[in-house]
T-cell receptor, first 112, second 112 residues
Protein backbone atom coordinates (compact mmCIF):
# COMPACT_ATOMS: atom_id res chain seq x y z
CA UNK A 1 0.00 0.00 0.00
CA UNK A 2 0.92 3.63 -0.08
CA UNK A 3 3.07 4.84 2.74
CA UNK A 4 5.28 7.69 3.68
CA UNK A 5 7.95 7.09 6.25
CA UNK A 6 10.56 9.00 8.14
CA UNK A 7 13.96 7.54 8.87
CA UNK A 8 14.33 8.55 12.52
CA UNK A 9 11.66 8.95 15.20
CA UNK A 10 13.76 11.46 17.17
CA UNK A 11 16.47 13.94 16.21
CA UNK A 12 18.41 15.90 18.80
CA UNK A 13 20.47 18.93 17.73
CA UNK A 14 22.35 21.74 19.39
CA UNK A 15 20.87 25.23 19.14
CA UNK A 16 22.42 27.03 16.18
CA UNK A 17 23.27 23.86 14.27
CA UNK A 18 21.53 22.84 11.06
CA UNK A 19 18.91 20.07 11.19
CA UNK A 20 18.11 17.57 8.47
CA UNK A 21 14.93 15.52 8.69
CA UNK A 22 14.47 12.73 6.16
CA UNK A 23 11.48 11.04 4.66
CA UNK A 24 11.00 8.16 2.22
CA UNK A 25 7.84 7.85 0.17
CA UNK A 26 6.53 4.97 -1.90
CA UNK A 27 3.97 6.32 -4.36
CA UNK A 28 5.64 7.28 -7.63
CA UNK A 29 2.39 8.95 -8.76
CA UNK A 30 2.55 11.60 -6.05
CA UNK A 31 3.20 15.01 -7.49
CA UNK A 32 2.93 17.18 -4.42
CA UNK A 33 4.87 16.90 -1.15
CA UNK A 34 4.55 18.91 2.02
CA UNK A 35 6.30 19.33 5.34
CA UNK A 36 4.27 20.14 8.45
CA UNK A 37 5.32 21.10 11.98
CA UNK A 38 3.16 20.05 14.90
CA UNK A 39 3.56 21.37 18.42
CA UNK A 40 2.11 19.45 21.33
CA UNK A 41 -1.70 19.56 21.47
CA UNK A 42 -2.01 21.67 18.32
CA UNK A 43 -2.85 21.15 14.69
CA UNK A 44 -0.08 20.80 12.07
CA UNK A 45 1.33 24.00 10.60
CA UNK A 46 2.39 24.18 6.97
CA UNK A 47 6.13 24.73 6.56
CA UNK A 48 6.95 24.30 2.90
CA UNK A 49 5.82 22.32 -0.12
CA UNK A 50 7.37 21.12 -3.36
CA UNK A 51 5.97 19.74 -6.59
CA UNK A 52 7.40 16.75 -8.40
CA UNK A 53 8.78 18.85 -11.26
CA UNK A 54 11.22 20.50 -8.84
CA UNK A 55 14.12 19.08 -6.83
CA UNK A 56 14.70 21.94 -4.42
CA UNK A 57 12.74 24.74 -2.87
CA UNK A 58 13.83 27.29 -0.29
CA UNK A 59 11.88 29.20 2.29
CA UNK A 60 12.88 31.25 5.27
CA UNK A 61 15.52 29.14 7.08
CA UNK A 62 14.09 25.98 5.52
CA UNK A 63 14.93 24.04 2.38
CA UNK A 64 13.12 21.02 0.98
CA UNK A 65 14.94 18.59 -1.31
CA UNK A 66 13.17 16.02 -3.46
CA UNK A 67 14.97 13.06 -5.02
CA UNK A 68 12.48 11.21 -7.17
CA UNK A 69 15.01 8.60 -8.25
CA UNK A 70 15.20 7.16 -4.74
CA UNK A 71 11.83 8.54 -3.55
CA UNK A 72 13.39 10.63 -0.84
CA UNK A 73 12.35 13.94 0.66
CA UNK A 74 14.29 15.98 3.20
CA UNK A 75 13.75 19.12 5.23
CA UNK A 76 16.74 21.21 6.18
CA UNK A 77 16.41 23.80 8.94
CA UNK A 78 19.23 26.32 9.19
CA UNK A 79 20.43 27.66 12.55
CA UNK A 80 17.96 25.60 14.56
CA UNK A 81 16.26 27.47 17.40
CA UNK A 82 14.45 26.24 20.53
CA UNK A 83 11.17 27.28 18.92
CA UNK A 84 11.80 24.70 16.21
CA UNK A 85 11.27 21.89 18.72
CA UNK A 86 8.22 19.96 17.52
CA UNK A 87 7.16 16.89 15.58
CA UNK A 88 7.77 17.17 11.84
CA UNK A 89 5.67 15.26 9.33
CA UNK A 90 6.18 14.80 5.65
CA UNK A 91 3.10 14.14 3.54
CA UNK A 92 2.47 13.24 -0.07
CA UNK A 93 -0.55 13.81 -2.26
CA UNK A 94 -1.21 11.38 -5.09
CA UNK A 95 -3.69 12.57 -7.69
CA UNK A 96 -5.34 15.96 -7.44
CA UNK A 97 -7.82 15.50 -4.60
CA UNK A 98 -5.71 17.16 -1.95
CA UNK A 99 -5.79 14.01 0.18
CA UNK A 100 -2.60 13.77 2.19
CA UNK A 101 -0.76 10.60 3.19
CA UNK A 102 1.32 11.31 6.28
CA UNK A 103 4.46 9.68 7.59
CA UNK A 104 4.96 8.75 11.24
CA UNK A 105 6.72 11.95 12.25
CA UNK A 106 10.16 12.90 13.58
CA UNK A 107 10.48 14.63 16.93
CA UNK A 108 13.07 17.41 16.78
CA UNK A 109 14.65 18.29 20.11
CA UNK A 110 16.79 21.42 20.28
CA UNK A 111 19.35 21.53 23.08
CA UNK A 112 20.29 24.98 24.42
CA UNK B 1 -9.47 36.79 11.27
CA UNK B 2 -9.63 34.12 8.61
CA UNK B 3 -9.07 30.57 9.69
CA UNK B 4 -10.41 27.16 10.48
CA UNK B 5 -12.08 26.53 13.82
CA UNK B 6 -12.77 23.26 15.55
CA UNK B 7 -14.95 22.88 18.59
CA UNK B 8 -14.94 21.76 21.27
CA UNK B 9 -11.24 21.39 22.12
CA UNK B 10 -11.94 18.50 24.53
CA UNK B 11 -14.88 16.13 24.39
CA UNK B 12 -15.88 13.24 26.59
CA UNK B 13 -18.35 10.63 25.45
CA UNK B 14 -19.91 7.61 27.06
CA UNK B 15 -19.59 4.34 25.23
CA UNK B 16 -22.50 3.74 22.88
CA UNK B 17 -23.24 7.43 22.26
CA UNK B 18 -22.86 9.31 19.01
CA UNK B 19 -21.01 12.63 19.11
CA UNK B 20 -20.55 15.38 16.53
CA UNK B 21 -17.37 17.42 16.10
CA UNK B 22 -17.64 20.84 14.56
CA UNK B 23 -15.37 22.30 11.86
CA UNK B 24 -15.92 25.76 10.36
CA UNK B 25 -13.74 27.73 7.95
CA UNK B 26 -14.03 31.27 6.61
CA UNK B 27 -11.23 30.93 4.08
CA UNK B 28 -13.63 30.34 1.19
CA UNK B 29 -11.98 26.97 0.61
CA UNK B 30 -13.72 24.40 -1.54
CA UNK B 31 -12.09 21.31 -0.06
CA UNK B 32 -12.32 20.10 3.54
CA UNK B 33 -10.86 17.05 5.27
CA UNK B 34 -11.08 15.10 8.52
CA UNK B 35 -8.06 13.26 9.91
CA UNK B 36 -7.55 11.14 12.98
CA UNK B 37 -4.30 11.10 14.95
CA UNK B 38 -3.38 8.49 17.54
CA UNK B 39 -0.52 8.99 20.06
CA UNK B 40 2.88 8.98 18.39
CA UNK B 41 1.35 8.42 14.97
CA UNK B 42 0.83 10.32 11.77
CA UNK B 43 -2.56 11.51 10.57
CA UNK B 44 -4.99 9.20 8.80
CA UNK B 45 -7.75 10.40 6.50
CA UNK B 46 -11.35 9.72 7.57
CA UNK B 47 -13.45 11.66 5.04
CA UNK B 48 -12.97 14.48 2.59
CA UNK B 49 -15.15 16.80 0.56
CA UNK B 50 -14.10 18.70 -2.54
CA UNK B 51 -17.37 20.55 -3.04
CA UNK B 52 -20.63 21.29 -1.25
CA UNK B 53 -23.06 18.36 -1.04
CA UNK B 54 -20.39 15.85 -2.01
CA UNK B 55 -17.91 13.85 0.07
CA UNK B 56 -15.82 10.68 -0.18
CA UNK B 57 -14.52 8.10 2.24
CA UNK B 58 -10.91 8.18 3.25
CA UNK B 59 -8.81 5.31 4.55
CA UNK B 60 -10.60 4.81 7.89
CA UNK B 61 -14.22 5.89 7.33
CA UNK B 62 -15.90 3.00 9.18
CA UNK B 63 -17.84 4.21 12.21
CA UNK B 64 -17.86 7.85 11.07
CA UNK B 65 -20.24 10.02 9.06
CA UNK B 66 -20.06 13.55 7.64
CA UNK B 67 -22.18 16.13 5.87
CA UNK B 68 -21.31 19.12 3.69
CA UNK B 69 -24.45 21.23 3.41
CA UNK B 70 -22.55 24.51 3.48
CA UNK B 71 -19.17 25.46 2.05
CA UNK B 72 -17.95 26.72 5.44
CA UNK B 73 -18.93 23.70 7.51
CA UNK B 74 -17.92 20.02 7.56
CA UNK B 75 -19.13 18.33 10.78
CA UNK B 76 -17.93 14.85 11.69
CA UNK B 77 -20.11 12.41 13.64
CA UNK B 78 -18.39 9.64 15.55
CA UNK B 79 -20.96 6.89 15.84
CA UNK B 80 -21.27 4.07 18.35
CA UNK B 81 -20.08 1.75 15.56
CA UNK B 82 -16.56 3.19 15.85
CA UNK B 83 -14.80 0.61 18.03
CA UNK B 84 -11.91 2.73 19.22
CA UNK B 85 -12.94 6.39 19.01
CA UNK B 86 -10.55 7.89 21.57
CA UNK B 87 -8.16 10.03 19.49
CA UNK B 88 -7.19 13.52 18.41
CA UNK B 89 -9.34 14.69 15.46
CA UNK B 90 -8.09 17.27 13.01
CA UNK B 91 -10.01 19.15 10.36
CA UNK B 92 -8.31 20.84 7.41
CA UNK B 93 -9.29 22.86 4.38
CA UNK B 94 -7.64 23.84 1.11
CA UNK B 95 -8.58 25.93 -1.88
CA UNK B 96 -8.39 22.98 -4.25
CA UNK B 97 -6.56 19.70 -4.46
CA UNK B 98 -2.79 19.87 -4.07
CA UNK B 99 -2.59 23.29 -2.57
CA UNK B 100 -1.65 24.27 0.96
CA UNK B 101 -3.97 22.71 3.54
CA UNK B 102 -4.73 24.65 6.71
CA UNK B 103 -5.47 22.71 9.88
CA UNK B 104 -7.65 23.52 12.86
CA UNK B 105 -6.40 23.14 16.42
CA UNK B 106 -8.03 19.75 16.86
CA UNK B 107 -10.60 18.10 19.11
CA UNK B 108 -9.44 15.53 21.63
CA UNK B 109 -12.18 12.94 22.06
CA UNK B 110 -12.11 10.59 25.03
CA UNK B 111 -14.57 7.75 25.51
CA UNK B 112 -15.30 7.11 29.18
Amino acid sequence: GESVGLHLPTLSVQEGDNSIINCAYSNSASDYFIWYKQESGKGPQFIIDIRSNMDKRQGQRVTVLLNKTVKHLSLQIAATQPGDSAVYFCAESPGNTGKLIFGQGTTLQVKP
Amino acid sequence: DGGITQSPKYLFRKEGQNVTLSCEQNLNHDAMYWYRQDPGQGLRLIYYSQIVNDFQKGDIAEGYSVSREKKESFPLTVTSAQKNPTAFYLCASSMQGNTEAFFGQGTRLTVV
